[in-house]
Protein backbone atom coordinates (compact mmCIF):
# COMPACT_ATOMS: atom_id res chain seq x y z
CA UNK A 1 0.00 0.00 0.00
CA UNK A 2 1.21 3.51 -0.75
CA UNK A 3 -0.26 6.84 -0.46
CA UNK A 4 0.34 9.70 -2.67
CA UNK A 5 0.01 13.80 -1.72
CA UNK A 6 0.76 15.85 -4.28
CA UNK A 7 1.75 19.60 -3.77
CA UNK A 8 3.19 22.80 -5.60
CA UNK A 9 0.30 23.39 -7.71
CA UNK A 10 -1.09 27.21 -8.00
CA UNK A 11 -1.99 30.36 -10.34
CA UNK A 12 0.72 31.28 -12.59
CA UNK A 13 0.91 33.54 -15.49
CA UNK A 14 1.69 32.22 -19.10
CA UNK A 15 5.10 31.56 -19.07
CA UNK A 16 5.95 31.19 -15.69
CA UNK A 17 6.99 27.49 -13.72
CA UNK A 18 6.30 25.97 -11.00
CA UNK A 19 7.28 22.56 -9.33
CA UNK A 20 5.36 19.92 -8.11
CA UNK A 21 5.84 17.39 -5.85
CA UNK A 22 4.71 13.84 -4.70
CA UNK A 23 5.31 12.63 -1.46
CA UNK A 24 4.94 8.88 -0.84
CA UNK A 25 4.67 7.01 2.37
CA UNK A 26 5.16 3.28 2.05
CA UNK A 27 8.11 1.19 1.32
CA UNK A 28 7.43 0.30 -2.34
CA UNK A 29 7.87 3.57 -3.95
CA UNK A 30 11.31 3.33 -4.92
CA UNK A 31 10.51 -0.19 -6.74
CA UNK A 32 7.63 0.81 -9.62
CA UNK A 33 7.11 3.27 -12.36
CA UNK A 34 6.21 6.50 -11.19
CA UNK A 35 3.68 8.63 -13.12
CA UNK A 36 1.98 12.46 -13.71
CA UNK A 37 -1.23 12.85 -15.22
CA UNK A 38 -3.58 15.67 -15.54
CA UNK A 39 -7.08 16.46 -16.03
CA UNK A 40 -8.81 19.39 -17.20
CA UNK A 41 -12.73 20.10 -16.93
CA UNK A 42 -14.33 18.25 -19.26
CA UNK A 43 -12.34 16.26 -19.97
CA UNK A 44 -10.38 12.72 -19.48
CA UNK A 45 -7.32 12.00 -17.17
CA UNK A 46 -4.47 12.17 -19.32
CA UNK A 47 -0.98 10.95 -19.48
CA UNK A 48 1.78 13.75 -18.62
CA UNK A 49 5.21 12.06 -17.78
CA UNK A 50 6.34 9.12 -15.91
CA UNK A 51 10.12 7.70 -15.05
CA UNK A 52 11.39 4.39 -14.39
CA UNK A 53 12.56 3.27 -10.95
CA UNK A 54 15.80 4.08 -10.96
CA UNK A 55 15.39 7.24 -13.04
CA UNK A 56 17.02 6.18 -16.24
CA UNK A 57 14.06 5.95 -18.44
CA UNK A 58 11.57 9.01 -18.68
CA UNK A 59 8.88 9.99 -20.91
CA UNK A 60 6.77 12.64 -22.01
CA UNK A 61 3.58 13.74 -23.53
CA UNK A 62 3.93 15.25 -26.87
CA UNK A 63 2.49 18.55 -25.44
CA UNK A 64 4.77 18.94 -22.90
CA UNK A 65 7.83 17.65 -24.26
CA UNK A 66 11.26 20.08 -23.77
CA UNK A 67 9.14 22.30 -21.26
CA UNK A 68 8.57 19.63 -18.45
CA UNK A 69 10.87 17.64 -16.36
CA UNK A 70 9.85 15.04 -14.20
CA UNK A 71 12.70 13.67 -11.42
CA UNK A 72 12.58 11.06 -8.26
CA UNK A 73 14.52 10.72 -5.61
CA UNK A 74 13.92 7.40 -4.17
CA UNK A 75 15.83 8.24 -0.49
CA UNK A 76 13.38 11.05 0.04
CA UNK A 77 10.26 9.20 -1.69
CA UNK A 78 9.41 11.39 -3.26
CA UNK A 79 8.82 12.20 -7.56
CA UNK A 80 8.40 15.95 -9.04
CA UNK A 81 7.17 17.31 -11.84
CA UNK A 82 9.48 20.50 -12.81
CA UNK A 83 6.82 22.66 -15.40
CA UNK A 84 8.45 26.04 -17.18
CA UNK A 85 6.88 27.51 -20.42
CA UNK A 86 3.25 27.43 -18.82
CA UNK A 87 0.30 27.75 -21.29
CA UNK A 88 -3.37 28.38 -20.65
CA UNK A 89 -4.09 24.84 -21.89
CA UNK A 90 -1.81 23.09 -18.93
CA UNK A 91 -4.40 24.34 -16.92
CA UNK A 92 -5.70 20.97 -14.87
CA UNK A 93 -5.43 18.94 -11.70
CA UNK A 94 -1.87 16.99 -12.28
CA UNK A 95 -2.29 13.50 -10.32
CA UNK A 96 0.84 11.58 -9.25
CA UNK A 97 -0.06 7.78 -9.48
CA UNK A 98 2.71 4.85 -9.00
CA UNK A 99 2.50 2.08 -11.59
CA UNK A 100 1.96 -1.31 -11.50
CA UNK A 101 5.06 -2.52 -13.33
CA UNK A 102 8.70 -1.54 -12.42
CA UNK A 103 10.64 -0.18 -15.44
CA UNK A 104 8.06 -0.86 -18.57
CA UNK A 105 6.30 2.78 -18.71
CA UNK A 106 3.09 2.66 -20.31
CA UNK A 107 0.71 5.57 -20.25
CA UNK A 108 -3.02 4.17 -19.95
CA UNK A 109 -4.40 5.01 -16.40
CA UNK A 110 -5.57 1.29 -16.39
CA UNK A 111 -1.40 0.64 -15.49
CA UNK A 112 -1.60 3.19 -12.85
CA UNK A 113 -2.56 1.29 -9.41
CA UNK A 114 -2.26 4.27 -7.05
CA UNK A 115 -3.44 8.05 -7.30
CA UNK A 116 -2.94 10.75 -5.07
CA UNK A 117 -5.31 13.58 -4.73
CA UNK A 118 -4.51 16.21 -7.32
CA UNK A 119 -3.29 19.38 -7.33
CA UNK A 120 -4.89 22.66 -9.16
CA UNK A 121 -2.61 24.44 -11.78
CA UNK A 122 -4.38 27.50 -13.75
CA UNK A 123 -2.17 29.78 -15.85
CA UNK A 124 -3.59 32.73 -16.98
CA UNK A 125 -3.08 34.49 -20.14
Known amino acids: QVQLVESGGGLVQAGGSLRLSCAASGRTFGYYVMGWFRQAPGKEREFVSA????????RYADSVEGRFTIIRDNAKNTLYLQVNSLKPEDTAVYYC??????????????????WGQGTQVTVSS
Open 97 to 114: AQSKRVNTILRPTTEYNY
Open 51 to 58: ISWSGGDR
